[in-house]
C-alpha cells in the first residue's frame, strides 16, 4: 500500500482519466508534495496497478489532441482503494503520518459512512488525548529528575507553534463532527447499510 496508489485510484474512483490527467492534478492540488511523486512514478503506479488488474485501460481520442490510455477502476481496485483509505484514515501501520490522514480526506466523500466519518474524527481526537497524555508524562519526570533540557529560542518557537497546529486540528476535528450532523450534509457519505 502506498500514498501513490492512495492517489492515483482515488481519482479514478472518481472518474475515468489518463496519466496526463492525473498528474495535472497533482500539480493543482499540491499532492506531489506530500506524496513526493515524480510524473514517472505516476506511469509507473498505472502500469502496476493495470497488471494487477485494479485498473483497466483503453485507447482513446479526445479531438485532434493525441491517443491515450484512459484508465478505470475495477472493483478489485476499489476494494484495494478503500482498504488504503481506512488504513490512512484510522492511521494503521506505518501510516502514522498525520499528513497522511488529512491527505486521505480528500477521498472519503461517498466512500464511507456517516457513522464511520464520526468514529474516525473520534479516535483522532483520542490519539491527540494520549500524545498529551504521554508528553506530559514525560515533561513531569524530566522535571522531577532535574533533567529538563534547555531549549534554545527556536526549539521553544517551534513547540508553541506545534501547540498551536495541535489546538487548530482539535478545533477543526470538532467543526468536521457538528458539520457531519447537518441533514444538508448527509448527501457526502456513503449511505448507512440497512
Not at 485501460?57 to 482498504?83: A, C, D, H, W
Not at 474524527?121 to 488525548?129: L, N, S, Y
Request: hydrophobic share 35%; with cysteine; charged share 35%.
Amino acid at each position: 500500500m502506498s500514498r501513490l496508489d492512495l492517489v492515483v485510484l482515488g481519482f479514478l474512483n472518481r472518474q475515468p482519466m489518463h496519466g496526463y490527467k492525473i498528474i495535472g492534478y497533482f500539480e493543482k492540488r499540491g499532492i506531489y508534495m506530500w506524496t513526493r511523486v515524480k510524473t514517472p512514478s505516476v506511469y509507473k503506479a498505472l502500469q502496476r496497478l493495470e497488471k494487477k488488474e485494479f485498473i483497466t485501460g483503453e485507447l482513446k481520442q479526445e479531438g485532434n489532441k493525441p491517443t491515450r490510455k484512459v484508465f478505470t477502476i475495477t472493483e478489485s481496485g476499489r476494494e484495494y482503494f478503500m482498504e488504503i483509505l481506512r488504513s490512512f484514515l484510522w492511521g494503521k501501520g506505518q501510516f502514522q503520518n498525520p499528513f497522511d490522514f488529512w491527505n486521505a480526506f480528500r477521498f472519503i466523500q461517498k466512500n464511507i459512512t456517516r457513522l464511520e466519518f464520526l468514529e474516525i474524527i473520534e479516535q483522532r481526537e483520542k490519539q491527540h488525548e494520549e500524545i498529551a497524555k504521554k508528553m506530559s508524562e514525560k515533561h513531569k519526570h524530566a522535571v522531577e529528575c532535574g533533567d529538563m533540557p534547555k531549549f534554545p529560542f527556536y526549539g521553544k518557537i517551534l513547540h508553541n507553534s506545534m501547540l498551536e497546529v495541535k489546538k487548530n486540528e482539535l478545533k477543526m476535528l470538532d467543526e468536521l463532527k457538528t458539520a457531519a450532523m447537518l441533514k444538508e450534509n448527509q448527501k457526502d457519505f456513503k449511505e448507512e447499510p440497512e
